[in-house]
């Protein structure tokens, strides 16, 4: 967290409610207020205001801290509210010259909300014109509202969409350089993607049937997790021709294994290929992919094999493997070989003893544990919750600055002072602003 003086005249505001929630609102409202009224007027680089899921949120006090950040010229916007309201969100965001990244996470709509399921984009012209860098989450956004943001963001090189591609039909852009498309809110006849200058490419919860290319990339990364398609996937797409220059790839589920089988075997080389994963099915006698990958790859250094988890049922009936009876590699690069799994995962040995049997050396091979991953993951984000400042840490450094008010009487509070707050930042309500 920053301290006093940097988060009132520094060019970042970083508010996080978390690293606050020991405070009364109230009091937490009061801090806000005065530090951006003590603040200098210089320009904002960042303003980022994340409140999760169980936190009451005075959407006033929001549409304030907001509108000031957008008044200083802003390059980058940061909102995590988790609770969807279409009231919270001024439209002044979708038209503000200054920013250059925005990053809205919204959270799903309550369920007495029947026609939507995440934020609903303002009905006015979007125009960003210094925009970079966009990523929504739970944000509803369908071919004709990303039409709009793309034609008014002459600069937009990231897109990023985490649940939030609805009736999602079309992305098309001759800038667009990394395309994040990371679950669907409602799907009609596929997806179609023309962006010749696209470099990285992350998709799941798309079968590679219903995705089209138009005007094709040549991929230096892809993130892809893909299931059996309902229609069968007839190799006839062509989709490892936009991987062939990737130096990092990641590939899992049924619908990505049976699309390798099919046009691997006339594939050409992956020449610039240096760290594969791969996986996401029962890899136990069925490596096909995994060696035919290695014979294809001259320069790959880091293999991760991702088995199938335990707990996780197989998609439609499994196919009879294809024999690597006779198959040999050249990988001299090969540095590692790490194999995710279960630990109850008790024919794991046998990928083990059947990578051994195709050439790679035992020492280069490494068993990890979802179980342990996992626990790992926890223990990181605990300790990153515990590192966080707490209230008599952030109360010391408040009593040695003076300037700052905590007290009923102090420059603003959200109950009572929420027009003079508007009014003293310069920013003032405006209901034909808001959503």
């Known amino acids: 967290m920053q ?6 005249s520094g060019e970042s505001i ?7 929630e020991r405070w009364k609102y109230e009091k937490f409202v009061r801090f806000v207020n005065n530090m951006l009224l003590l603040r200098d007027r210089v320009d904002l680089n960042i303003f980022q205001l994340h409140f999760d899921s169980h936190h009451v949120v005075n959407c006033d006090d929001v549409r304030t801290w907001i509108g000031y950040a957008v008044k200083n010229n802003v390059k980058v916007l940061d909102v995590n509210l988790h609770r969807y309201d279409k009231t919270v969100l001024p439209r002044c965001i979708f038209t503000c010259r200054s920013l250059e990244e925005l990053n809205l996470k919204m959270g799903k709509a309550p369920y007495k909300d029947y026609e939507h399921e995440g934020l609903v984009l303002p009905d006015i012209i979007i125009r960003l014109p210094s925009l970079k860098k966009l990523t929504l989450c739970d944000v509803e956004v369908d071919t004709f509202s990303l039409e709009r943001i793309i034609a008014r963001s002459p600069g937009l090189e990231d897109l990023h969409l985490i649940n939030s591609a609805q009736h999602l039909e079309l992305v098309e852009s001759k800038v667009l350089k990394r395309l994040t498309i ?17 470099i990285h490419f992350k998709c799941t919860g798309l079968p590679l049937q219903e995705l089209t290319w138009r005007e094709r990339p040549s991929l230096e990364s892809a993130h892809i997790f893909a299931s059996l398609s309902r229609s069968s996937f007839d ?10 220059h990737a130096k990092s790839l990641a590939l899992f589920g049924s619908g990505i294994k049976v699309m390798l089988e099919k046009e691997l075997p006339t594939c050409s080389l992956f020449e610039s290929l240096v760290t594969l994963a791969i996986g996401e099915w029962c890899l136990t006698d069925d490596l096909y992919v995994v060696l035919r990958f290695l014979q294809l790859s001259p320069s790959l250094e880091k293999l991760t094999l991702k088995h199938r988890m335990l707990n996780r049922a197989t998609e439609g009936p499994e196919a009879k493997p294809i024999s690597i009876t006779g198959m040999t ?5 090969l540095e590692t070989v790490t194999i995710q799994c279960s630990k109850d995962d008790g024919e794991i040995q046998k990928t083990v003893d059947a990578l051994v049997a195709i050439g790679i050396s035992l020492e280069k091979i490494h068993v990890t544990f979802y179980e342990d991953i996992q626990k790992n993951l926890a223990e990181r984000k605990r300790a990153r919750q515990e590192g966080k400042t707490g209230r008599s840490i952030l109360e010391e450094r408040l009593k040695r600055r003076q300037d700052w008010v905590d007290d009923s009487h102090g420059i603003s509070d959200s109950d009572s002072d929420g027009n003079e707050m508007e009014e003293t930042l310069g920013y003032e309500y405006d209901h034909d602003d808001y959503f």
């Not at 797409?237 to 991987?243: E, Q």
């Not at 590699?329 to 690069?333: D, I």
């Open 14 to 20: 970083r508010l996080n409610y978390r690293e606050y």
């Open 235 to 244: 190799g006839g797409l062509d989709f490892t021709g936009i991987l062939l």
């Open 3 to 8: 301290s006093g003086a940097a988060m009132k």
């Open 182 to 198: 990371d679950g669907f809110l409602g799907r009609d006849e596929g997806l179609t993607i023309a962006a010749p200058y696209l």
């Open 329 to 333: 590699f050249q990988c001299p690069l």
